[in-house]
T-cell receptor, first 112, second 113 residues
Framework: NAGVTQTPKFRILKIGQSMTLQCTQDMNHNYMYWYRQDPGMGLKLIYYSVGAGITDKGEVPNGYNVSRSTTEDFPLRLELAAPSQTSVYFC???????????FGDGTRLSIL | DQQVKQNSPSLSVQEGRISILNCDYTNSMFDYFLWYKKYPAEGPTFLISISSIKDKNEDGRFTVFLNKSAKHLSLHIVPSQPGDSAVYFCAASGQTGANNLFFGTGTRLTVIP
């Protein structure tokens, strides 16, 4: 059982480049989330989705876009990478908001 | 503005002794609290939770205590084991099942054999 799978695990980007962080879950969960964790800080919610076709902003959405075309996939897009977006990104999912979220292993992103 | 605070970045405990990890919050609307455990290069994994209608929740070696008047919660691990060495995050939400979890900065626990 794979759970929540994030790719890539590591990536280095140049300022101004774009990329998509992939997140897939095989648990048929409707609710999916993207967080970022900066060094020495807690996780902060970027975007979330309550089902296919429905997304909403979290605490720190600026500079990011998401889409949810299927239940399984919830990609996070950076259009114009900035050094402030250097962080570890975690994707999570759950079948219901009252049930604790399952997290992927993260993508470590550096922007130079 | 950090609404959930873990003021101890690290804690070292001898194997077999009690580990106590603390967490404070500022938002009185929070009513659901969770603890997550994180190993290096892995995502956080859920450990234990508590609703504001309770002041204690126990699961095996792990107990979470909630003091609403002080806006404080703590995680007790008894007895501590070397495999408990990890970073522990406290998280809170404004209603049970809310989609916006607020996380603390984490406490790194080291259990010394």
């Amino acid at each position: 059982n794979a759970g929540v799978t994030q790719t890539p695990k590591f990536r280095i980007l140049k300022i101004g480049q774009s990329m998509t962080l992939q997140c897939t879950q095989d648990m048929n969960h409707n609710y999916m989330y993207w967080y970022r964790q900066d060094p020495g800080m807690g996780l902060k919610l970027i975007y979330y989705s309550v089902g296919a076709g429905i997304t909403d902003k979290g605490e720190v959405p600026n500079g990011y876009n998401v889409s949810r075309s299927t239940t399984e996939d919830f990609p996070l897009r950076l259009e114009l990478a900035a050094p402030s977006q250097t962080s570890v990104y975690f994707c999570a999912s759950t079948s219901d908001p009252s049930i604790p979220q399952h997290f992927g292993d993260g993508t470590r992103l550096s922007i130079l | 503005d950090q609404q959930v605070k873990q003021n101890s970045p690290s804690l070292s405990v001898q194997e077999g002794r009690i580990s106590i990890l603390n967490c404070d919050y500022t938002n009185s609307m929070f009513d659901y609290f969770l603890w997550y455990k994180k190993y290096p290069a892995e995502g956080p994994t859920f450990l234990i939770s508590i609703s504001s209608i309770k002041d204690k929740n126990e699961d095996g070696r792990f107990t979470v205590f909630l003091n609403k008047s002080a806006k404080h919660l703590s995680l007790h691990i008894v007895p501590s084991q070397p495999g408990d060495s990890a970073v522990y995050f406290c998280a809170a939400s404004g209603q049970t099942g809310a989609n916006n979890l607020f996380f603390g900065t984490g406490t790194r626990l080291t259990v010394i054999p």
